[in-house]
């Protein structure tokens, strides 16, 4: 049995034109997180949000995002990409039993579900993942912002997101009992 650092990523990668294919034609699966701060009796007090260029040029508040590769479990997947996204130092606490608090469908089209990726058909799993370190966004990303549930769920803060991650994070705020 192998762990997720023994997951050669290079060669679980598609080239350029077969992913295109791929996409084209099978819903790819990905995992979506919501890095949360906890207080010590576990309640959300900050949601951290990255700042992107999107490839249309504008610039988005987004959630952690990826594809999870062949052959490797959801969990290493989610570490995955928190890690690539907050850095190493984050130092993410996975759920010991990852069941998603919500699937999300992305689709090209973005009247079919209100999710829209305009490369692919996604399903996503979703999770809202305490952070106990200190993170670093990514060179993909421009910044990392923590906000309070309050502001996360203010028109500003919403307006910033697309794809539907505003409606992926008030399903999160509403797992965690803190939809305003």
């Known amino acids: 049995m192998s ?31 919501v890095p949360v ?5 576990g309640e959300v007090t900050h949601i ?31 570490l995955r990409h928190l890690e690539k996204d907050l850095g190493p130092l984050a130092l993410p606490r996975l759920p010991a039993n990852p069941t998603p608090f919500t699937v999300a469908e992305y689709f090209p089209d973005p009247d079919v579900s209100g999710y829209h990726d305009p490369r692919q058909h996604a399903v996503s799993l979703a999770y809202v993942v305490p952070i106990d370190g200190e993170p670093e966004p990514s060179p993909d990303a421009l910044d990392l912002a923590w906000v309070t549930p309050h502001e996360a769920m203010s ?26």
């Open 48 to 78: 951290g949000l990255l700042l992107r260029a999107m490839a249309d040029g504008t610039v988005s508040r987004a959630l952690v995002t990826g594809r999870v590769l062949f052959g490797e479990r959801i969990r290493h997947a989610l």
């Open 3 to 33: 762990d997720f650092t023994d997951l050669e990523t290079e060669a679980s990668w598609l080239s350029d034109g077969d992913l295109e294919t791929v996409r084209g034609r099978v819903p790819m699966v990905y995992v979506d997180a």
């Open 155 to 180: 028109v500003e803060v919403r307006e910033e997101m697309t794809g539907g991650h505003d409606r992926l994070l008030r399903l999160a705020l509403a797992h965690v009992g803190l939809l305003p």
């Open 37 to 41: 701060r906890v207080d010590s009796i």
